[in-house]
């Protein structure tokens, strides 16, 4: 894949680039702050970028309104997220925005390479992939809900696994169930939201909105 990378410490930026060079990805640009991150995705039209939240000048969500920008003028371009916290009400944003080709993950994941880069080829190929501690976070935000209180644990595993961007045979390994399994506690999920087939709109979209929109 093509990659801009936008991180304004070097050292990271540096072992990144380093990093995706060795997995055969093109970084072809590795930027410092939101506004030049803006422009090389103008410039360069990669396949993703992979931001930091946190860069100059005030050093708090300058990356994100960067990568929400490029959301809403490239939506073809993925966009992964990497964050030290869960800034919710931009990640609800984020997850809001499209039903694919978007991430976020806490920053502890980078460490963990293989997790990192499971991540970054999801965001490729158009699918989500969101760390399961910002699906937490933001779910439980909405845990007073009506809807929320009527799906069983078992469906609260399965939205929360949609909303981190699974396909329903992942989520069937990951729960150890059957897909068909999977497909009934969904089709459940979308009853009890009340979400009807409807042309033009993606219902397992509209199930995870329901939950974390604010």
């Known amino acids: 894949m093509r990659i801009v990378l936008a991180e304004d410490s070097t050292l990271l930026r540096e072992g990144l680039?380093?990093?995706?060079?060795?997995?055969?990805?093109?970084?072809?640009?590795?930027?410092?702050?939101?506004?030049?991150?803006?422009?090389?995705?103008?410039?360069?039209?990669?396949?993703?970028?992979?931001?930091?939240v946190r860069m100059p000048p005030t050093h708090t969500d300058e990356g994100l309104r960067a990568a929400l920008e490029i959301r809403e003028r490239w939506p073809e371009i993925g966009v992964l997220v990497l964050s030290q916290y869960v800034e919710k009400r931009y990640a609800t944003q984020l997850i809001t925005s499209d039903a694919g080709a978007v991430g976020y993950l806490l920053k502890d994941r980078v460490a963990q390479v293989g997790e990192f880069l499971d991540a970054l080829d999801r965001v490729g190929a158009g699918n989500a992939a969101f760390d399961p501690e910002v699906v937490r976070q933001l779910l439980a935000r909405t845990t007073h809900t009506d809807p929320l209180s009527r799906l069983t644990s078992r469906e609260v595993d399965v939205l929360r696994q949609m909303a981190e961007g699974y396909t329903n045979d992942r989520i069937a390994s990951s729960l150890h169930i059957s897909r068909s399994a999977v497909e009934k506690h969904v089709n459940s999920i979308f009853d009890k939201l009340d979400l009807a087939r409807s042309t033009g709109y993606s219902r397992r979209v509209l199930a995870v909105l329901r939950y974390l929109g604010s």
Do not use: F, S
């Open 17 to 52: 680039v380093r990093l995706l060079a060795e997995e055969g990805h093109e970084v072809v640009a590795a930027v410092g702050d939101g506004a030049a991150l803006v422009d090389a995705v103008a410039a360069e039209q990669p396949d993703v970028c992979v931001v930091d």
